[in-house]
């Protein structure tokens, strides 16, 4: 699993789900004007990155312990975290 390309093939089908999904929550059930509604897309990307990032150096370490099944289940938790923010500036908004 150390392999680069099973890594790379692990990000391309990932980074889609994990940027598109909140924008996409953004738009669907997104009620606010237009100007407040794309600075929440921006921290919606902004998060998503960050997360992506912690996501995968975290699964990395966990593969290098042969963790490999805890590894694809933080992944799919970090998918998560744009949207604790989300729904926390919506709070405020309201």
């Known amino acids: 699993m150390n392999d680069p390309i099973v890594w790379i093939i692990i990000v391309v089908f990932y980074a889609p789900l994990h940027f598109m999904l909140p924008v996409l929550f953004l738009f669907i059930v997104g009620d606010e004007a237009e100007a407040v509604r794309k600075q929440m897309i921006r921290r919606a990307l902004i998060d998503a990155a960050v997360s992506m990032v912690v996501a995968f150096a975290l699964a990395i370490v ?4 042969t963790q490999v099944a805890l590894a694809m289940v933080v992944l799919i938790l ?3 975290a744009p949207f604790v923010r989300i729904i926390r ?3 405020e908004l309201k």
């Open 78 to 80: 970090f998918m998560l």
């Open 89 to 91: 500036n919506r709070r």
């Open 62 to 65: 966990l593969v290098n312990y």
